[in-house]
């Protein structure tokens, strides 16, 4: 079992910036590619971007390319999302998920933080 909290999120005005934690603790946290994803009200949740294991490879979804960030710091058991350019359409509730082998079917889900970017 991996636990995984998430906190970061905020209200922000557009244009501006965040950054999500999100700290892992159970297994090995580095045996783990871990991702965020999101969520708008009355929308399906979907991914934003995630990391391999060692944090030498990266993806992201294209509406979020070029201004989000996903990194790890495995000696803290952390990976963070970091966002600049925020935008009103960003708003969402933000969930970090841990996975084994495929990024989009994570083995394991925060509860979210919620992020409201205000125009």
């Known amino acids: 079992q991996v636990q995984l909290v998430d906190s970061g999120g905020g209200l922000v005005q557009a244009g501006g910036s965040l950054r999500l934690s999100c700290a892992a603790s159970?297994?090995?946290?580095?045996?783990?590619?871990m991702g965020w994803f999101r969520q708008a009200p009355g929308k399906e949740r979907e991914f934003v971007a995630a990391?391999?294991?060692?944090?030498?490879?990266?993806a992201y979804a294209a509406s979020v390319k070029g201004r989000f960030t996903i990194s790890r710091d495995n000696a803290k058991d952390t990976v963070y999302l970091q966002m600049n350019s925020l935008k009103p359409e960003d708003t969402a509730a933000y969930y970090c998920a841990a996975h084994t082998s495929n990024f989009m079917r994570p083995d394991y889900w925060g509860r979210g933080t919620q992020v409201t970017v205000s125009s």
């Open positions: 159970g297994r090995t946290f580095s045996r783990y590619g």
């Open positions: 990391i391999n294991w060692s944090g030498g490879s990266t």
